[in-house]
């Protein structure tokens, strides 16, 4: 075969295979993002050079955090059913699959936003006396892909898009209301967000709001001309532009004195070889609760705005710390109390940055931890992106001995204590309708453990069934204080679970739905307390968790190894006793949302 003639069969052969990673992609919807690459290179530009790690990253739910929806097979078994209808303030909405494209029919969004944000509830057409057009458009974008799915309709300016109210649990295979699938108190003002707002920070790499706003006829209004580089999180969120990096590298000389390190890689960023302070931050771009130091160039270039990986994120970005004093008004939309605990750690899963940075083993120096001295987007399971072979123990072993305190001896010879994290890096954030490991690493309280109840502490969500007595002996506290209001014989983890706030209530009733848990407490206690969680809580998040913590105790075959302890439990606990903790439980509003 002639040597033109062989070029031409490869030059065909990678096309075909391009074709196949990369399919021809559909005509814009009406109100879809336009995407422009600028100095990006853009994911599949990647591919060529780097098809590992493409590859991996490809396999991560990063890849896919937000998709056009013309774009995904709504044919397969992972998909939602369809159609979905259901009603939403007196309104029937519904998601349909038509000629294989998704399409929504209902009120339109964005005026039912507006009446929302102008607080003009209750939302019926009797009440209001308003005429809200009903359209039929196509669902333009879908984020989320581990967790469950949100659907983006077209709003009515420019590329504004708003959410459908209710979201596909795709572990659960059940569609919920959206604000059911958060932390909400039951009176709280719905919300129809705009993705230009809000995931455009984090769901797309370079997005930019490019917001307008204003008043007319006394109502609110805004709209956007939104762009992005890319949607999803992808290789350049971590890396940075990588235009003149991938130009430089066509050069086979760049190449050589780059892989001899004669030479850096131009225009582009490598998270492994920056400092730990440094590479977290390209984490905590959205892995943070923060305020923009110039909210006005936000709202317009967004992440284009002053950072890119390897820059210190302080410099653009406020991040928020507990008890903070110096944020102008409206500033942040929730208020502080629902994002922080009393003790100043961080209560919203996701936001892993602000936990971290507060703690001593990442600001001690050149020895500091950051997210890379645990996780991996290239070498780990997509689920927690965890590196491989790490285990639980050996993430602290990095750093520290087995110590040999009393407490550590017990939970070495212990099952489920033994490892670091369930001390150190307990299950105190919320999100996803769980506990999330909270990044604010810490040793657990062991003085007067029984009026420590916020957050939850580690030692109680274990231990759910004990009481006072027994933390005191396991934790050698002679010099008991008094102030629990109940008596010493109340087993903490129940009383909190039925008297705490929200929160409280949430992490501790989805602890108690934990096989490891589930076998050192008594299970009828706590049957009987997700029982009264499930059926009379105020909470849809709440009552949910405990319905499905329920359900997988009822399917564990764990056993209580502590026979004695079970028997004199239940003479001290009646129903009557649970409901009335239940009764005088913390009801000051809770809200934790995304």
Same mark, same amino acid.
């Given at each position: 075969?002639?040597?033109?003639?062989?070029?031409?069969?490869?030059?065909?052969?990678?096309?075909?295979?391009?074709?196949?990673?990369?399919?021809?992609?559909?005509?814009?919807?009406?109100?879809?993002?336009?995407?422009?690459?600028?100095?990006?290179?853009?994911?599949?530009?990647?591919?060529?050079?780097?098809?590992?790690?493409?590859?991996?990253?490809?396999?991560?739910?990063?890849?896919?955090?937000? &998709? +056009?929806? !013309?774009?995904?097979?709504?044919?397969?078994?992972? *998909?939602? $059913? /369809?159609?979905?209808? @259901?009603?939403?303030? =007196?309104?029937?909405?519904?998601?349909?699959?038509?000629?294989?494209?998704?399409?929504?029919?209902?009120? &339109? +969004?964005? !005026?039912?936003?507006?009446?929302?944000?102008?607080? *003009?509830? $209750? /939302?019926?057409?009797? @009440?209001?006396?308003? =005429?809200?057009?009903?359209?039929?458009?196509?669902?333009?974008?879908?984020?989320?892909?581990?967790?469950?799915?949100?659907?983006?309709?077209?709003?009515?300016?420019?590329?504004?898009?708003?959410?459908?109210?209710?979201?596909?649990?795709?572990?659960?295979?059940?569609?919920?209301?959206?604000?059911?699938?958060?932390?909400?108190?039951?009176?709280?003002?719905?919300?129809?967000?705009?993705?230009?707002?809000?995931?455009?920070?984090?769901?797309?790499?370079?997005?930019?709001?490019?917001?307008?706003?204003?008043?007319?006829?006394?109502?609110?209004?805004?709209?956007?001309?939104?762009?992005?580089?890319?949607?999803?999180?992808?290789?350049?969120?971590?890396?940075?532009?990588?235009?003149?990096?991938?130009?430089?590298?066509?050069?086979?000389?760049?190449?050589?004195?780059?892989?001899?390190?004669?030479?850096?890689?131009?225009?582009?960023?490598?998270?492994?070889?920056?400092?730990?302070?440094?590479?977290?931050?390209?984490?905590?771009?959205?892995?943070?609760?923060?305020?923009?130091?110039?909210?006005?160039?936000?709202?317009?270039?967004?992440?284009?705005?002053?950072?890119?990986?390897?820059?210190?994120?302080?410099?653009?970005?406020?991040?928020?710390?507990?008890?903070?004093?110096?944020?102008?008004?409206?500033?942040?939309?929730?208020?502080?109390?629902?994002?922080?605990?009393?003790?100043?750690?961080?209560?919203?899963?996701?936001?892993?940055?602000?936990?971290?940075?507060?703690?001593?083993?990442?600001?001690?120096?050149?020895?500091?931890?950051?997210?890379?001295?645990?996780?991996?987007?290239?070498?780990?399971?997509?689920?927690?992106?965890?590196?491989?072979?790490?285990?639980?123990?050996?993430?602290?072993?990095?750093?520290?001995?087995?110590?040999?305190?009393?407490?550590?001896?017990?939970?070495?010879?212990?099952?489920?204590?033994?490892?670091?994290?369930?001390?150190?890096?307990?299950?105190?954030?919320?999100?996803?309708?769980?506990?999330?490991?909270?990044?604010?690493?810490?040793?657990?309280?062991?003085?007067?453990?029984?009026?420590?109840?916020?957050?939850?502490?580690?030692?109680?969500?274990?231990?759910?069934?004990?009481?006072?007595?027994?933390?005191?002996?396991?934790?050698?506290?002679?010099?008991?204080?008094?102030?629990?209001?109940?008596?010493?014989?109340?087993?903490?983890?129940?009383?909190?679970?039925?008297?705490?706030?929200?929160?409280?209530?949430?992490?501790?009733?989805?602890?108690?739905?934990?096989?490891?848990?589930?076998?050192?407490?008594?299970?009828?206690?706590?049957?009987?307390?997700?029982?009264?969680?499930?059926?009379?809580?105020?909470?849809?998040?709440?009552?949910?968790?405990?319905?499905?913590?329920?359900?997988?105790?009822?399917?564990?075959?764990?056993?209580?190894?502590?026979?004695?302890?079970?028997?004199?439990?239940?003479?001290?606990?009646?129903?009557?006793?649970?409901?009335?903790?239940?009764?005088?439980?913390?009801?000051?509003?809770?809200?934790?949302?995304?």
């Amino acid at each position: 075969m002639h040597i033109p003639s062989l070029l031409a069969g490869l030059s065909l052969l990678i096309v075909a295979i391009g074709a196949l990673h990369f399919p021809a992609k559909n005509s814009p919807l009406p109100g879809e993002p336009e995407q422009h690459l600028n100095e990006y290179l853009g994911s599949k530009g990647c591919y060529g050079c780097h098809p590992s790690e493409f590859s991996s990253w490809k396999s991560s739910y990063h890849s896919s955090m937000t &998709r +056009l929806a !013309t774009e995904i097979d709504w044919q397969t078994e992972e *998909s939602p $059913p /369809l159609p979905f209808e @259901a009603n939403f303030h =007196d309104y029937p909405v519904s998601i349909r699959l038509e000629e294989g494209k998704l399409r929504y029919r209902g009120p &339109r +969004l964005q !005026t039912l936003g507006q009446l929302f944000i102008n607080h *003009s509830i $209750p /939302l019926n057409q009797h @009440a209001l006396n308003f =005429d809200i057009a009903t359209v039929d458009q196509d669902v333009v974008l879908i984020t989320g892909s581990h967790h469950y799915l949100a659907f983006w309709i077209n709003g009515e300016s420019h590329e504004e898009l708003r959410l459908f109210p209710f979201v596909y649990l795709l572990k659960e295979k059940i569609w919920l209301k959206r604000a059911e699938a958060f932390l909400q108190p039951p009176d709280a003002l719905e919300t129809i967000p705009r993705w230009n707002a809000n995931c455009i920070q984090c769901h797309a790499l370079a997005g930019q709001p490019q917001q307008r706003e204003g008043y007319e006829n006394g109502l609110f209004w805004e709209s956007y001309d939104t762009e992005v580089a890319e949607f999803g999180i992808t290789c350049e969120a971590c890396h940075g532009p990588s235009k003149e990096h991938a130009s430089s590298m066509r050069s086979p000389f760049q190449r050589l004195a780059a892989r001899h390190q004669e030479a850096r890689h131009p225009g582009t960023v490598n998270p492994q070889e920056l400092s730990a302070a440094r590479s977290t931050a390209i984490c905590g771009q959205c892995h943070s609760y923060f305020s923009p130091r110039s909210p006005d160039e936000w709202w317009t270039s967004g992440h284009r705005f002053g950072f890119e990986p390897g820059d210190d994120l302080g410099a653009t970005r406020q991040i928020l710390k507990p008890h903070e004093t110096s944020l102008r008004e409206g500033e942040v939309q929730a208020p502080l109390e629902s994002l922080f605990w009393q003790d100043g750690s961080i209560r919203v899963g996701g936001r892993e940055y602000n936990g971290i940075i507060q703690s001593p083993c990442y600001s001690k120096g050149e020895n500091s931890i950051g997210c890379l001295s645990c996780h991996s987007m290239h070498h780990s399971d997509p689920n927690d992106q965890l590196k491989e072979d790490l285990s639980e123990k050996s993430m602290c072993q990095q750093c520290h001995q087995a110590p040999n305190s009393v407490a550590h001896q017990l939970h070495q010879q212990e099952s489920p204590g033994d490892n670091c994290l369930a001390c150190h890096m307990p299950k105190t954030t919320f999100a996803l309708s769980k506990g999330i490991r909270a990044h604010q690493i810490s040793s657990p309280v062991t003085e007067n453990i029984s009026n420590a109840s916020e957050p939850p502490q580690a030692c109680v969500l274990c231990h759910l069934d004990q009481e006072t007595s027994f933390f005191d002996e396991a934790l050698g506290n002679h010099n008991k204080q008094p102030g629990f209001e109940e008596s010493a014989s109340t087993p903490l983890g129940i009383y909190w679970a039925l008297s705490g706030n929200a929160a409280i209530r949430a992490l501790l009733a989805d602890a108690m739905g934990s096989p490891e848990v589930a076998s050192i407490n008594s299970t009828e206690a706590l049957k009987q307390t997700l029982d009264i969680l499930a059926t009379q809580d105020e909470y849809a998040a709440v009552q949910r968790i405990a319905a499905r913590s329920l359900k997988q105790l009822e399917n564990s075959s764990a056993t209580p190894t502590n026979k004695r302890h079970r028997k004199a439990l239940s003479s001290k606990l009646s129903k009557k006793r649970m409901e009335s903790w239940h009764q005088q439980r913390d009801r000051r509003p809770i809200t934790i949302s995304e």
